[in-house]
Each structure stands twice: as structure tokens, then as C-alpha cells.
């Protein structure tokens, strides 16, 4: 797919402080996608992001990908804390949920578009393909984009982010998500930290600890979104945690 990306320049930008690491995927949540880049280049909002991609596939640059600009907000991945000098932040024209909470599906035309970009932008700077995250790893409890209708196993298999298929369900007992004084608890919040969330491994299945299993649940397992730390939950985020730390561990 050739990429044809026209230019509106945002002046909400200012100097990288970190090493490009990660690739940060959000939706616009606005009626339409005029109305968010007039947001994203308004000076008083004070928000921008690289790319601003249309449902049919248009490609807008608003920041340069040298410059830092400012779609993370409060966050943290895998230690990192200014994820806005770390990444590379696209948002994907959506309205989000509907007053009844359904979330329809990205367009073909603009997911096509997306995975063109990410790997432009992957070769060009040497990034690692799973680096590919969403908006709601780096801010669990704060925000929920790109949402649970952002088909991740499609991006996977267009070479992007990480999925596991036939994940093996554990012989676990379920964590509710007002559990305390449970052994589980440590083990799960370690493995969590481990995957890349910004997590206190306190053993208190508290509010944040419920955010982020919220939040994995959101990008792993859509269908049901509880911040339950159910049997199939646990097994998936430690099949994700085995996975992810045997790749950084084979480079």
C-alpha cells in the first residue's frame, strides 16, 4: 500500500527527552474527524499526536516523528514514565461507545491504512513490531482507547503487537476483584508489572490492581471486561508475561 499522508501542523509539540521505543494507539472519541484536528492544533488544548488517521484511510501528520508531542498524558510502560518522548502516538477517527455502550468496528479502508503506517514507521526506526500498545496499557482506569472493538489479533497478524491463540486455561481459582490477603494477588501483580504495566506489587487487589487487570482484559480478552482476575484471565496474563519476557530474552 502506498502512502499518501498529507500535513497539518499542530503547534503542541516540544523536544523528545527519551529513546523512540513504543507506538501508541488512541481513538479521536468526537463526531467527526474535523472536529478532532481542529482539537489536536488548537494551542489551548494543549493535546497533539503524530498522526491523525480518517475512516477511509486518509492519513493526516500533525507532529513530526523527531518532536515529542503530547497524547499520553499521565502514563507508564515497562518502567517508562514520559511515554510522550518514548512513542509515537496515532489516533484513528472514532466516535467511540454509543449511549448503550456498543462500540462498532474500526473501518477495513483505515485499519489497511494503519498497518501501512506502522510498518513505515517500524522499518524507518528500527523499532521492535510488538512495541504496538494502546492507549489503555500506558492509563489503566484513565483511559480505555483504542477500545475493546480494536481487532489486536488482526494487527498481529499484519506483523504488529503480540497475541497468543489456544492459551492453556490454568487450574486457578478465580480472584474477585474485592479479594484480599489472597497468595495469588502477589503473583498475579508481579506478572503484570512484568508485561509492562505501571503496577505496585503491594498484594491488595485494590483499585489499582482492578484497573489494570480492566485493562489487560480490554486488549486481550474483549468479550468480557470485569477487572475479575477470573481463571482465564490469570492464565492468559501469565501466558502473555512467559511470552513477552522470552522474547526480550531471545532479543
Known amino acids: 500500500m502506498s502512502l499518501k499522508i498529507q500535513t497539518h501542523s499542530s503547534p503542541n509539540h516540544d523536544a523528545r527527552r527519551q529513546k523512540l521505543s513504543h507506538i501508541i ?11 478532532a484536528l481542529r482539537r489536536l492544533c488548537d494551542p489551548a488544548a494543549k493535546v497533539s ?7 477511509d484511510g486518509q492519513i493526516v501528520q500533525m507532529v513530526e516523528e523527531s518532536r515529542r508531542a503530547w497524547h499520553a498524558g499521565v502514563s507508564s510502560w515497562q518502567g517508562e514514565s514520559d511515554m510522550n518522548s518514548s512513542s509515537i502516538g496515532i489516533e484513528l477517527d472514532h466516535k467511540g461507545c454509543d449511549a448503550q455502550g456498543h462500540m462498532a468496528a474500526f473501518p477495513e479502508a ?4 494503519l498497518y501501512a503506517l506502522l510498518g513505515d ?11 504496538v ?4 496499557d500506558i492509563a489503566p482506569g484513565r483511559k480505555t482507547d483504542p477500545g475493546e472493538a480494536f481487532d489486536w489479533a488482526e494487527l498481529y497478524a499484519a506483523g504488529f503487537g503480540l497475541w497468543l491463540s489456544d492459551v492453556k ?10 479479594a484480599a490477603g489472597e497468595k495469588a494477588i502477589v503473583p498475579l ?5 512484568a508485561f509492562g504495566y505501571g503496577l505496585e506489587v503491594d498484594g491488595v487487589y485494590g483499585q489499582q490492581t482492578r484497573d489494570v487487570v480492566a485493562a489487560f482484559q480490554r486488549h486481550f480478552r474483549a468479550t468480557r471486561i470485569d477487572g475479575v482476575a477470573d481463571a482465564e484471565t490469570q492464565s492468559l496474563i501469565y501466558a502473555y508475561c512467559r511470552a513477552s519476557l522470552a522474547k526480550a530474552d531471545a532479543g
Open 189 to 193: 501483580q508481579k506478572a503484570l508489572a
Open 169 to 178: 486455561l490454568e487450574a486457578v481459582a478465580d480472584l474477585p476483584s474485592d
Open 49 to 55: 499526536a503524530h498522526y491523525l488517521l480518517h475512516a
Open 25 to 35: 494507539l488512541h481513538y479521536t472519541d468526537m463526531e467527526t474527524p474535523q472536529a
Open 133 to 136: 500498545i494502546g492507549h489503555s
Open 110 to 113: 483505515q485499519r489497511q491504512s
Open 121 to 131: 514507521i517500524i522499518e524507518r526506526h528500527g523499532l521492535d513490531p510488538r512495541q
